[in-house]
């Protein structure tokens, strides 16, 4: 296993900073104890009085279903573990669980639906929209492309591999549109725009701003749909989030050019401006715009961190589903804060020389990964071999500026 090998190299083994109680997203009361009505109810029973060993012999936070795991587990560094022993796991919950509610998102431009399991997991599941082999047509503005449910899989298991680990577990899922959102939605502006295709599949739309209506319904076939799960963050009362505004955003105007496409010393400006004056903040900006350029994502407008941790952590790369929408041609706007800035972390710069290596290949280890997943295979061909000719583009980038 090229992948396991991968996890093993020393670059992969750097330890993080020892983290502390003010370091972790949550404090857990270790007599806390978490457990399911026996009487089949779906409620959690919550007893501050139970034993810190249970009867079994565990602790209170083994009575924890596995998504409250992962939300107990983020900290100041990390969104969770190199080589996470829940990971398997929590994967598994989001491509099995039983579905017991299904209702839209709101906001967004394309449809979305948050999915609630029996132990109070949820998940937010993008339906596919587009098949493996289509691209982003030429003449298509990157704020009107298609979000895409492979693109999502494949974002999660590429940041993992970049050793980021900063965006949330995400699994493919076939799901019954008529069991499993039909039949058991509450939404009633979604009910209502369900109906049976001149093909006898079932379909839906939705409510949504852009790629909501009948000529852009989701159809099963004739009720079996493809789409990705991904695990949600804890909810933003219990562990409030900050958006930020990328300085790299684009104009999302069919004609105006940003900026930073106009001034070639744009960087300049930034590096004098907070949060990007100080800390590893603009450091931790170009990984994102290396993760974005591999998987040619144009559509990072802003990004969000935890705001318990201030300005010293990473920043959550969430909303990957315009990535891997082209594989014919590279977006070199992308790397303008790379090029611009002529600044990468050094262990980022390591491990993209690791990855362009024949033992520890990009594409070879991505697809491995992707291998697992129940929608396998998530990528054509032609995308992985992107991959590996847009890795040597990064390297260049960084040659040349070591150059200068």
């Known amino acids: ?31 806390e104890k978490f457990s399911l009505h026996s009487s089949g109810s779906d409620e959690w029973v919550s007893s501050s009085k139970a034993e810190t060993l249970l009867p079994t012999g565990k602790t209170a936070y083994d009575t924890y279903p596995t998504w409250l795991k992962f939300h107990v587990g983020i900290n100041r560094y990390e969104l969770y573990p190199r080589g996470d022993p829940l990971m398997p796991t929590l994967l598994q919950d989001l491509a099995t669980q039983k579905i017991i509610s299904s209702v839209q998102k709101s906001g967004g431009t394309q449809l979305k639906l948050i999915m609630t399991f029996p132990n109070y997991g949820q998940a937010l599941f993008k339906p596919m929209k587009q098949t493996r082999d289509q691209e982003t047509p030429v003449d298509f503005f990157y704020f009107s492309d298609f979000e895409r449910h492979n693109a999502e899989i494949a974002a999660f298991h590429l ?16 799901v019954n549109i008529t069991k499993e959102i039909w039949d058991i939605t509450t939404d009633k ?61 684009r104009s999302y105007h069919k004609s105006k050019k940003a900026e930073w496409e106009l001034n070639p010393n744009y960087c300049a400006q930034v590096r004098e401006t907070p949060p990007y004056n100080r800390g590893h903040r603009l450091l931790d900006l170009i990984d994102m715009a290396v993760l974005d350029f591999l998987m040619g994502n144009m559509d990072r407008h802003h990004y969000e961190t935890f705001e318990k941790f201030g300005n010293n952590t990473f920043l959550l790369h969430l909303d990957n589903g315009r990535g891997f929408g082209t594989h014919s041609r590279d977006e070199l706007s992308i790397l303008a804060p790379l090029r611009q800035c002529c600044s990468i972390k050094k262990t980022t710069y390591l491990r993209l020389q690791l990855l362009a290596t024949q033992p520890y290949r990009l594409s070879d280890v991505l697809q491995e990964a992707l291998a697992t997943d129940p929608l396998a295979p998530i990528l054509a061909e032609p995308h992985l071999r992107a991959l590996d000719r847009r890795l040597s583009k990064v390297l260049a980038a960084v040659g040349h500026c070591l150059a200068r």
């Open 159 to 174: 940041d993992r591999i970049l050793d980021f680990r900063r965006i949330p577990p995400v699994s493919g899922r076939l």
């Open 189 to 249: 502006k979604l009910a209502k725009t369900f109906f049976i295709s001149p093909a006898g599949n079932v379909c839906f739309y939705g409510e949504c701003s852009y790629y909501c209506s009948t000529e852009h319904a989701l159809c099963g076939k004739p009720d079996q749909l493809e789409g990705s799960m991904a695990a949600l963050l804890p909810d933003k009362t219990l562990a409030k989030r900050r958006s930020w505004r990328s300085p790299w955003r």
């Open 1 to 31: 296993s090229k992948l396991a090998a991968l996890f093993e190299h020393p670059l992969y083994n750097i330890p993080i900073p020892e983290v502390t109680e003010k370091d972790k997203l949550f404090v857990v009361n270790p007599l």
